[in-house]
């Protein structure tokens, strides 16, 4: 373990069977009209309970450590059990979506691009290394906000770690399979 994440209980490396998706990490995006972010949602299997348990214990951190934030103007701060928390349970939420099964989810953003490294720490260059459905870890961090009427624990996005390839998840194919029914072969016909 590393000094950072012993010194910051509310940072936290999740496993490396975490996969990437809703990979917005190289160009910043606004939502509504808001301020650009880069973002990915992380599914993390529940079986990873590792890595569980210390979102869970970064998110009771981050709680304790924003309590006047979220306390906010109110004479009591609100039960960590009644705010936005970030932990999601795909199951629960995403039942539709294979991809989210046996799995909880954590969105990430934030406004710096994220570092992004191989698994022998060499920087990513290429954007389509990088894509929905990719293995890695992510370093995150967790916080208490209070805007608008709005009180949480949110995410932000530190670094990515690309472990390994997965399939591409999302509906665009490649350009393989759009193609393979179109041979130079098939093409003789059109020219005849």
């Excluded at 496993?15 to 880069?38: C, D, F, L, M, Q």
């Amino acid at each position: 373990m590393s000094k950072t994440t012993m010194h910051n209980p509310m940072k936290v490396i999740t496993g490396p069977n975490t996969r990437w998706s809703y990979a917005n990490v190289w160009e910043p995006k606004s939502i509504n009209g808001g301020t650009p972010k880069y973002s990915v949602s992380l599914i993390i299997p529940k079986s990873d309970t590792v890595t569980v348990a210390k979102v869970k214990a970064a998110i009771e951190a981050a709680y304790k450590e924003g309590e006047a934030k979220l306390k906010g103007n109110s004479k009591s701060v609100p039960a960590l059990s009644v705010i936005k928390t970030p932990l999601r349970d795909g199951d629960a939420e995403r039942p539709d979506d294979e991809a989210y099964r046996g799995s909880y989810f954590v969105n990430a953003n934030a406004t710096t691009a994220p570092g992004i490294v191989d698994a022998d720490l060499n920087p990513i260059l290429s954007r389509s290394e990088v894509y929905s459905g990719v293995y890695g870890r992510a370093s995150i961090t967790f916080y208490a906000f209070n805007s608008s009427g709005n009180r949480g624990i949110a995410c932000g996005l530190n670094n990515l770690q690309k472990i390994r390839d997965g399939e591409p998840l999302g509906s665009k194919a490649s350009a393989e399979s759009d193609f393979a029914d179109f041979t130079t072969d098939n093409d003789d016909d059109f020219l005849n």
